[in-house]
């Protein structure tokens, strides 16, 4: 019983923490697709300003990331400034609070996680 009561103590910190670690990679992925989705939304739409296009993302975005109507993502564009020309770089810069997404104790048993996800960068040129 004892030898049980240690193992499963392990066992169940190893599955914790590997819980939130796949959390916290299943937001990373969500806010890199939205970064990538946004810079192609901005290229083909050259017209639109950088709080149109953040409203868009903010609609599109997973559910994953977009809780509290997307209170926790913070989007910009480079240029923000639109009619954007044929051929010019446009880059989206997407932050990410992963606040919410902690579950466990930052540190847990030593284990330092990341509490935001920073300058998630798409670079796209304008058609």
Same mark, same amino acid.
């Given at each position: 019983?004892?030898?049980?009561?240690?193992?499963?103590?392990?066992?169940?910190?190893?599955?914790?923490?590997?819980?939130?670690?796949?959390?916290?990679? +299943?937001?990373? %992925?969500?806010? /890199?697709?939205? !970064?990538?989705?946004?810079?192609?939304? *901005? @290229?083909? +739409?050259?017209? %639109?300003?950088? /709080?149109?296009? !953040?409203?868009?993302?903010?609609?599109? *975005? @997973?559910?994953?990331?977009?809780?509290?109507?997307?209170?926790?993502?913070?989007?910009?564009?480079?240029?923000?400034?639109?009619?954007?020309?044929?051929?010019?770089?446009?880059?989206?810069?997407?932050?990410?609070?992963?606040?919410?997404?902690?579950?466990?104790?930052?540190?847990?048993?030593?284990?330092?996680?990341?509490?935001?996800?920073?300058?998630?960068?798409?670079?796209?040129?304008?058609?």
């Amino acid at each position: 019983m004892v030898e049980f009561a240690i193992t499963l103590s392990l066992a169940m910190i190893l599955l914790f923490v590997t819980v939130q670690f796949a959390l916290i990679g +299943n937001a990373a %992925l969500a806010v /890199t697709e939205l !970064a990538y989705a946004g810079a192609r939304y *901005a @290229s083909v +739409n050259n017209t %639109l300003d950088s /709080t149109a296009i !953040a409203t868009y993302m903010k609609s599109i *975005a @997973s559910p994953t990331i977009n809780e509290n109507n997307g209170s926790d993502l913070s989007i910009s564009l480079t240029p923000q400034a639109a009619p954007r020309t044929f051929g010019t770089p446009l880059t989206v810069t997407i932050s990410y609070n992963l606040q919410n997404k902690l579950f466990l104790p930052n540190p847990f048993l030593g284990i330092q996680f990341p509490t935001t996800l920073q300058n998630i960068q798409t670079t796209m040129m304008s058609e």
